[in-house]
């Protein structure tokens, strides 16, 4: 006579075709929500041991051996257990549970048992998924997650891995031609110019270019102001390029020449033209009005170039030779950052007080040098509006911003 089956195991499957009676959602079901609602629920190591008894194995299929949350139902019922939705789930759970989704149908289909395999991957290929599934194109294959269980977002393609490493430098270096970026990013030719187009940066960065024999095209980032960069950092380049053999002054209309761009030469010409303009021009550049038929025009200049009285001292004619600048800013700004605790952070206007042999224009120009070559940083001020006059004197304006701050580069 066969030894009876465990009162348990009775209990379990009277407790299953009552649920599958009841329909819905409560069929098939988990084996510990099965467990739970009898009175008093067995232990998981009862309910384990109960399911693998043979008496239960003969009347009933779970999804997975050992594991108290896989679905369960009668052994009659096994194709509908297979592409239940809560087999599915119980699938994208286990696999979740070694490794990062999505997954193949195959993939899944081996979290489960043998036998129910084939009708699990039918249902995939073939029925609507429930609400927690996605599916997603992944080459020739279609791959599955649970909703709760996003797979990481591929990584961006390199060209815009490097068009945001190059916007990251345009802020931290104060780049403003492609060339002095191109310099600080270290790509190879190929790789910069790929970067330069991607969306990631054309989209953040206007570009003025030069003609050729000017050279180089301005970068200007789109949140600045167009007439503080047109003022602090593109006009003293377009002075440089003109020719100054046989003239010191030129008209906006003769600068704006060095431009390729059409609508951009029309639309700086206009800021160079306005009828006032004081405190917009860079430290060394003046400008004056000049006759232009019945109307007067600006034309531009630098300041080294006024010519004065005998005995009257040149505007920013230097006290001391600008080669000796590099030396004597290395000095001072590595004992101001001793003296401030060596955070590699000191100011302008501590830096003009201890170099006071330079003056303005010759100290701007030769700590512009510095940060082509990598040497320094200029940070900005992260609330100008509460800077004193003394940080507003001292610091450097471009692009809308007043770079106050003085950090050693990585070269």
């Known amino acids: 006579m066969p030894k009876p089956a465990p009162p348990l195991v009775e209990h379990l499957l009277r407790e ?39 008496e239960f194995a003969a009347r009933a299929v779970v999804v997975a051996k050992g594991r108290a949350d896989a679905p369960i139902a ?18 994208l759970r286990a696999k979740g549970e070694s490794g990062p989704p999505p997954w193949t149908a195959a993939q899944l289909a081996g979290a489960i048992l043998k036998p ?8 995939l290929a073939s029925a609507p998924l429930p609400p927690f599934a996605v599916h997603v194109g992944q080459g020739k294959a279609t791959k ?48 910069f110019k790929k970067a ?12 003025v270019p030069l003609k050729e024999k000017a050279g180089d095209t301005f970068l200007l980032p789109r949140a600045n102001e167009f007439a503080q960069f047109v003022y602090g950092t593109l006009l003293p380049r377009l002075l440089d390029a003109c020719p100054r053999a046989k003239a010191h002054a030129f008209s906006a209309a003769e600068l704006v020449a ?44 630098a300041l080294e170039h006024l010519r004065r009285a005998k005995g009257a001292p ?67 001020a992260e609330h100008s509006e509460g800077l004193g006059p003394d940080q507003r004197e001292a610091a450097i304006r471009e692009e809308g911003e007043f770079l106050l701050h003085v950090s050693r580069g990585r070269q």
């Not at 010409?269 to 007067?296: H, K, M, Q, W």
């Not at 003296?339 to 302008?348: A, D, K, Y």
């Open 258 to 301: 060095h431009l390729k761009d059409k609508d951009q030469q029309k639309q700086i010409a206009a800021l160079l033209n306005r009828a006032e303009l004081g405190d917009e021009l860079p430290d060394g550049i003046g400008c004056v009005l000049a006759s232009a038929g019945t109307s007067a025009k600006n034309v531009f200049f």
């Open 74 to 91: 009668l052994l009659e019922d096994a194709d509908l257990l297979a592409a239940s939705p809560a087999a599915l789930e119980f699938a």
């Open 314 to 380: 040149a505007p920013h004619a230097p006290s001391a030779a600008v080669g000796d600048f590099a030396r004597a800013f290395d000095e001072a700004f590595a004992r101001l950052d001793r003296e401030r605790g060596s955070n590699n952070f000191v100011s302008l206007v501590d830096l003009r007080a201890a170099l006071p042999a330079f003056p303005r224009a010759a100290f701007d120009a030769a700590l512009h040098e510095l940060r082509v070559a990598r040497r320094y940083v200029l940070n900005s």
């Open 116 to 123: 129910l395999r084939a009708a699990f991957v039918q249902q």
């Open 144 to 191: 599955f997650h649970h909703r709760d269980h996003s797979p990481p977002p591929p990584p961006p393609p390199p060209e815009q891995q490097d068009a945001e490493r190059l916007l990251e430098l345009v802020r931290r270096t104060g780049a403003s031609t492609l060339a002095e970026l191109e310099r600080a990013a270290g790509l190879k030719s190929a790789a």
């Open 16 to 54: 299953l075709i009552t649920c599958r009676a009841e329909g819905g959602d409560r069929y098939p079901i988990s084996l510990n929500v099965l467990a739970a609602r009898l009175l008093p629920p067995p232990t998981a190591d009862e309910l384990l041991k109960a399911a693998k008894h043979k």
């Open 196 to 207: 330069v187009k991607h969306a990631a940066f054309a989209g953040a960065v206007a570009l």
